[in-house]
């Protein structure tokens, strides 16, 4: 019989891809309820950082409440002040701990508020070496036949004051539309839907899409002759097994979150994205060493605070 005392919850499906990559023999997912879950044997909470009024936030006040420390894994550089909002309240939730990707998260956070003492930089598993080799793929690419578009979907939040998000600028729809008119003369276009995304999220473009089948980062990236996103952390996962993903926020307000690993190709308008799929430019994978022990040094931090 296996023994867990280590609880794991998110309501985000990249911070459970991140649970899981942790490898922890100890650690159980909850799928319900934090009221309901079975609190016996339970000695460590890790959970996700998702927005506004989560289950990660509900389970760190019922942690507290029976004397079980909290740690958080924020897996992005996004929102980061807006992650422990809490709009139901009006209030600022923290857990005991949190862990951030890198020393320029825990800059941002601290420019948050959030104390020194709690945010610890360990890296991130997602982005560690992975069993399989990076794919390559031409740097120089010519629009002479029709080829195939990758769409990276995602949930841009819209501006909500209770959260401290301001107007991006820009929506996956708006987006998508961009893209669209643009280049849909000269290539394919296929979406890959967020988890959290609906089926049909993308009916109104009818015809001009299609809706790409759930594949694995490596057929991905091996798949596609471009792939474009937003600010997705799903974006940096393809970029590091892949030179030339591109991140594209026509009228974005602010600057792109991991600008600082220079992992992906930043393009602002249509007239630079269509220059930009006639001839890519080339990105290092270089930015995946940073990682490297990730895992290792995540785990021997939670199991440090097991009894």
């Not at 600082?260 to 430019?281: D, F, I, P, Y």
Request: charged share 25%; with cysteine; glycine share 6%.
């Amino acid at each position: 019989m296996k023994y867990f005392d280590v609880l794991g919850l998110s309501d985000d499906a990249g911070a459970i891809a991140y649970l899981k990559a942790l490898e922890m023999k100890r650690l159980k997912l909850c799928l319900g309820s934090p009221e309901q879950q079975d609190w016996q044997g339970i000695s460590l909470v890790v959970t996700g950082a998702s927005l506004g009024d989560s289950r990660e936030k509900d389970v760190w006040k019922i942690a507290k409440q029976r004397g079980v420390p909290t740690v958080c894994l924020v897996d992005h550089w996004t929102h980061l002040g807006a992650r422990f909002r809490s709009p139901r309240h009006g209030t600022t939730v923290y857990p005991d701990s949190i862990i951030v990707n890198d020393e320029v998260a825990k800059g941002l956070l601290m420019r948050k508020g959030v104390p020194e003492n709690m945010i610890h930089p360990l890296g991130n598993p997602v982005l560690e070496e992975q069993e399989w080799d990076p794919v390559d793929v031409p740097v120089q690419r010519h629009l002479q036949e029709k080829k195939v578009l990758l769409f990276v979907s995602e949930e841009v939040p819209t501006a909500d004051s209770r959260l401290g998000i301001g107007n991006l600028g820009y929506s996956e729809y708006s987006v998508l539309q961009s893209i669209v008119d643009t280049v849909s003369d000269v290539v394919d276009i296929e979406i890959r839907l967020h988890p959290a995304d609906a089926g049909d999220k993308y009916r109104d473009f009818g015809s001009r899409v299609a809706i790409a089948r759930r594949e694995s980062t490596k057929d991905i990236v091996s798949k596609y002759d471009y792939i474009i996103g937003m600010d997705s952390m799903f974006l940096l996962e393809l970029a590091s097994k892949r030179s030339g993903i591109i991140s594209f926020r026509p009228k974005a307000m602010d600057r792109l979150s991991a600008r600082h690993l220079n992992a992906l190709v930043e393009v602002k308008s249509s007239g630079e994205l269509r220059q930009e799929l006639q001839q890519s430019t080339s990105t290092s994978l270089d930015f995946t060493a940073r990682f490297q022990g990730s895992s290792a040094r995540i785990r021997e931090y939670l199991e440090s605070l097991l009894p």
